[in-house]
């Protein structure tokens, strides 16, 4: 069992933005010190009150010196360059720093390949995939795929960039002979034709206790989440299924710390399309809806605080707030403000450039799926 870090213990996180932002709120209100380490000055979680190490990724030096100064370290961000991945390891089996997730889940997250197919070797739903790592896999998969099919970058693609849609299979022959011989990193995925977009948050601590919010029902503009309603209007069959779903994925690869996994689901069949191995986008419900957020869940596992039995969250909605919605002095938004149901949460960002999260607002009350027509 893990020692519990009491404050002012001091906690770290690699990345800075929102969600760290919103995970040094919740640390420093339980009176632990807050670090953070990203290439950003002035980042929202440093504007929240964590302290800031600015440096590169790749900047092994300063890595190391910010992990000398922590008790324990998590992530809000999984797009680590594998040679750091690798120092944080090493770090921590040396010296005994808590990590959480483990390295290794971080590098399943962040590629496509690993990760589809760490949830075939696990029997979850995932649609049919073929790893593109050169030409030849290129011209093998266009008798192998069923078309349409999305092209898709193994690594660092996100709210939809990084993808192409092929319509059939002389679309993408066309592509695949058009190749060269060097190396590749894509992947191939048969289109599933959804109707819905689900997506359940997990909290699971090193002793293997889990907490799992019931799925909620997700709706993108642009490849980019734009609603969250909580809970998800699907059978309990497929309530119950896709939480089976992620309570294998977390124990299959024992995952200690907080994850998204994001379905499809169509009628009563659901399949998986990926996870991110943090809190996520469409859990900022808990903020106002749950008695512990999904961000006090991830301080709770770094510390060794314990987990709850149980965390009901009231009837809730979540409105992203993108660059071209923010209008602090609208019409919409005093109304909103006015409103004790409205919650807003903005992340201290001075640039409100296009499809850029700015924030966002939560609603808890009767009817959320209609709370921000």
Request: charged residues 25%; hydrophobic residues 35%; glycine residues 8%.
């Amino acid at each position: 069992m893990n020692k519990i870090l009491l404050p002012p213990s001091r906690l770290g996180l690699m990345g800075s933005g929102q969600l760290g932002r919103m995970f040094a709120q919740e640390a420093i209100r339980m009176g632990y010190r807050t670090s953070v380490y990203s290439p950003e000055r002035n980042s929202p979680a440093f504007l929240a009150g964590a302290e800031e190490t600015v440096a590169p990724y790749e900047d092994e030096d300063a890595l190391l010196k910010y992990l000398e100064g922590l008790d324990a370290l998590t992530f809000e961000f999984e797009n680590i360059p594998n040679a750091e991945l690798n120092l944080i390891q090493k770090f921590s089996e040396k010296n005994g720093l808590r990590v959480y997730p483990s390295p290794e889940c971080i590098r399943i997250a962040q590629h496509r390949i690993r990760e589809k197919s760490v949830f075939r070797k696990l029997g979850l739903p995932t649609v049919a995939f073929y790893p593109i790592t050169n030409r030849s896999e290129a011209l093998a998969a266009v008798e192998a795929c069923k078309f349409p099919a999305i092209l898709k970058t193994s690594s660092f693609g996100y709210d939809g960039k990084g993808q192409t849609k092929y319509k059939s299979k002389e679309e993408f022959r066309f592509w695949a002979e058009s190749i060269g011989c060097g190396p590749l990193d894509l992947i191939l995925e048969e289109y599933f034709d959804f109707e819905k977009e689900a997506s359940v948050i997990l909290a699971r601590n090193i002793e293997g206790k889990i907490f799992c919010f019931p799925p909620s029902e997700n709706f993108h503009r642009n490849h980019i989440l734009d609603l969250t309603v909580h809970p998800g209007r699907f059978s309990q069959n497929v309530n119950e299924g896709m939480k089976e779903a992620a309570i294998r994925l977390a124990e299959g690869i024992n995952y200690v710390g907080v994850f998204g996994l994001e379905f499809f689901v169509k009628g009563n069949v659901f399949i998986l399309n990926e996870f991110a191995p943090r809190p996520h986008n469409s859990g900022h419900f808990s903020q106002d809806a749950a008695g512990i957020s999904q961000f006090e869940l991830q301080v709770r596992i770094l510390t060794g605080l314990p987990l709850p039995d149980s965390n009901p969250a009231s009837p809730s909605s979540m409105k992203n707030i993108l660059g071209q919605d923010y209008e602090p002095t609208s019409e919409k938004w005093m109304k909103y403000l006015s409103d004790s149901r409205y919650t807003l949460h903005l992340y201290g960002k001075s640039d409100p450039r296009k499809d850029r999260k700015m924030g966002h607002w939560n609603f808890t009350g009767e009817a959320p799926e209609s709370a921000f027509e």
